[in-house]
């Protein structure tokens, strides 16, 4: 049996331990556009900031293995699902077909740019996208002349980006459309930290959607919300949209959340898989299309593709969304759905301290949410130890926890590391006495 994975993302990795480990009779065929294999769009921040010196080192290959084999810098031309077969041509231009029993899609995604007025040409030249390789290549080379930049989109990685560009240095205004920063992740209330903790210097301009930039031989404003900024570059983080046009070419079903697949990750052809950014995923949550383009989400969603190509049926429950970045020094991480998203149901907010006072505690503030029945459905986690107690609550969504199995966890505690009075059972007792009010 062999199976052929069409891109080499997070997603294909994940498909590629699955069947390596579980199936010893199927050789695997990766076909991808890239000179490499996969890589780690998370890091880019962070080589601009100049934390990680050397932008080679986001780029991995996969170990050798004599059942896999590799077409870097090869682009899918066709694929003709009734008779299984792939032609592909190489960078050289000669093509080749390859035949599947099974085939996985991980196209990944393609980064959005706004329907507004500006020139084309200035894109990568003065207006730059932030989610491939190249972007980051270019935007580091033009990094000495840059003097003040529009960072547009407010969410984790424009966050990022204003970041690591105000630490070289350089004058930067964040714009977002929306009220508040992190607006898929979070809640107005937990948002509004998220402006205090960026450094003072940086521009935030909120409720402003970009509606121009300026400039013909390079960029020199934005006009965003009526207002004109002066600027001489501009980076667009706005999200992402599933590159599904490969899928749509062969009569595979796609909305715009990307290509639909069942549980198994299967798509409307019980042959072939897709996984990543490129498909419609699910809240396991509220059962809810969504678009969930993170690395976590893709591993698990390959690796169930490749336990049911090797005969080991098993299922992908949906997509939490849990994440976390890192903003002037302070964790800001969320998971499940947000209060403002429940129908029905709950939240309570808390400030406590993350160690004893006498260890030096720093605060840490948790909001939790659950369903009328005080089942768990989401949190979001401001301060020390935020990536971990978000870690828990999406433990504690998947067992389907309500918020007295919380209350009835028992954790390890140490004064250096932790307080004995646990935030997350904390939030959870506040919760518990909201709705006992509530019954009243």
């Known amino acids: 049996m062999d199976v052929v994975i069409v891109g080499f993302g997070t997603g294909a990795v994940g498909a590629i331990r699955a069947i390596l480990g579980a199936d010893r009779d199927t050789d695997i065929v ?47 031309i066709s694929i003709d699902r009734k008779k299984k077969l792939v032609r592909v041509r190489g960078a050289g231009g000669a093509e080749e077909v390859i035949a599947y029993s099974s085939l996985i899609l991980d196209t990944g995604a393609m980064p959005l740019v706004p329907s507004i007025p500006f020139k084309p040409s200035l894109l990568g030249k003065g207006i730059y996208t932030f989610t491939r390789p190249m972007d980051l290549d270019r935007l580091l080379e033009a990094l000495p002349d840059i003097e003040r930049a529009a960072v547009v989109g407010g969410g984790a990685i424009g966050l990022e980006l204003a970041q690591a560009l105000h630490a070289r240095g350089k004058k930067v205004v964040l714009v977002e459309k929306m009220a508040h920063l992190l607006p898929v992740a979070f809640d107005t209330d937990m948002a509004k930290r998220v402006s205090k903790a960026l450094p003072g210097g940086i521009d935030i301009r909120l409720s402003a959607p970009l509606e121009k930039i300026e400039g013909t031989g390079k960029v020199e404003a934005i006009e965003v919300g009526g207002d004109r900024i002066v600027v001489d570059t501009v980076l667009l983080s706005m999200g992402v949209a599933p590159e599904t046009n490969l899928a749509q070419a062969i009569g595979l079903e796609t909305t715009k959340m990307g290509i639909v697949v069942d549980e198994h990750m299967r798509t409307n052809d019980p042959d072939i898989y897709a996984v990543g950014d490129c498909i419609q995923s699910w809240s396991r949550v509220t059962g809810k299309p969504m678009a969930s383009r993170l690395a976590p989400p893709a591993l698990a969603q390959g690796a169930v593709a490749g336990l049911n190509i090797a005969g080991e049926e098993t299922g992908y429950p949906g997509s939490l969304g849990a994440f976390v970045t890192v903003i002037g020094g302070v964790q800001f991480a969320s998971t499940g759905i947000r209060a403002c998203d429940l129908e029905g149901g709950g939240s309570a907010r808390i400030t406590v301290g993350a ?77 518990i006495k909201r709705f006992r009010r509530k019954k009243r």
Not at 37 to 55: F, K, Q, R
Not at 371 to 377: H, L, R, S, T
Not at 421 to 428: G, I, K, T
Request: charged residues 25%; contains cysteine; hydrophobic residues 40%.
């Open 30 to 76: 990766v076909v991808d556009r890239k000179g490499f294999d996969t890589y780690s769009p998370c890091g880019m921040p962070y080589v601009l900031a100049g934390e990680v010196e050397e932008h080679k080192v986001l780029k991995h290959s996969f170990p050798e293995n004599g059942r896999l084999k590799k077409f870097s810098e090869t682009e899918v």
């Open 355 to 431: 160690k004893p006072d006498y260890m030096g505690g720093e605060e840490v503030t948790i909001k939790l949410v659950a369903m009328e029945d005080g089942k768990v459905a989401g949190a979001q986690v401001v301060g020390p130890c935020a990536a971990e107690l978000v870690n828990r609550v999406a433990i504690a969504i998947t067992a389907g926890f309500h918020l007295s199995d919380l209350v009835r966890t028992e954790i390890a505690y140490c004064p250096p590391v932790n307080d004995a009075f646990d935030p997350l059972v904390l939030v959870a007792e506040t919760l």
